[in-house]
């Protein structure tokens, strides 16, 4: 048997090329994504936009889930929010929270066009509050599944409040886990890259959840309740 040593025994690293080769034998995005993605990169926030890969990962486990109601913590342009209501049956319902009017007008222009404006409910507050406001309304673990990408900083907060949101049995994804690999560097004392070391050693730790930390994109931790 032949050994290949430029291969690692349990990992594959991307790299450019095989990173390319990946989104041309799985991403099939529809236009409106591809519109949207386009006028994205013109805002100077445009690597806040999730990749198509990862847009198409979220799409296909909220159909493999059976996802019905779903929760986004930071819409930006509305990407993921499409990617997610794309994948609930007509009858499914995403609650998108965002604070920003600007974005989340790109947003809902797109949810518009891509004929899922009626399945998603945009709350335009700071995500704490809108979270805890559907805690008030008595959604207490009313919900399939929710996907974390907003400020840092606020990343453990997020994930307490969606632990009461969400069903036993339901996902939290969490986005940006690796954080371009500054989790690693120890230099790296920024206040976001702490937020972020922090709650990935806080969920490890916590038995409230069975965990896996995936390597797509800036790395995506899927947490299951209990
Ligand atoms: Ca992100």
Redesign the pocket.
């Known amino acids: 048997m032949s050994t290949n040593t430029n291969k690692p025994s349990k990992f594959t690293a991307l790299n450019a090329p095989l990173y390319e080769y990946l989104v041309q034998h799985s991403v099939r995005e529809p236009e409106v994504l591809a519109q949207l993605r386009r006028e994205t990169s013109q805002l100077d926030m445009a690597i806040?936009q999730?990749s198509p890969e990862q847009g198409q990962f979220l799409s296909l486990l909220v159909k493999l889930l059976n996802v019905q109601d779903a929760i986004e913590v930071g819409v930006f342009t509305g990407y993921s929010s499409m990617s997610i209501a794309m994948g609930l049956p007509q009858n499914g319902k995403l609650i998108a929270c965002d604070i920003n009017k600007e974005w989340t007008d790109i947003a809902q222009r797109y949810w518009r066009e891509a004929g899922v404006e009626n399945k998603i409910e945009l709350r335009l507050d700071l995500a704490v509050n809108s979270l805890q406001n559907m805690l008030d309304e008595g959604k207490q673990h009313q919900f399939d599944f929710a996907f974390i990408?907003a400020d840092k900083t606020n990343y453990k907060n997020y994930y307490e409040l969606c632990l009461q949101l969400i069903k036993p049995g339901g996902v939290i994804l969490i986005?940006?886990v690796l954080w371009g690999g500054a989790v690693i560097d120890d230099s790296d004392q920024s206040d976001d890259t702490l937020a972020i070391r922090k709650l990935n050693k806080f969920i490890y730790n916590d038995s409230r959840v069975e965990l896996s930390m995936l390597p797509v994109a800036?790395g995506l931790t899927l947490v299951r309740p209990h």
């Open positions: 806040m999730i990408d986005d940006n800036d």
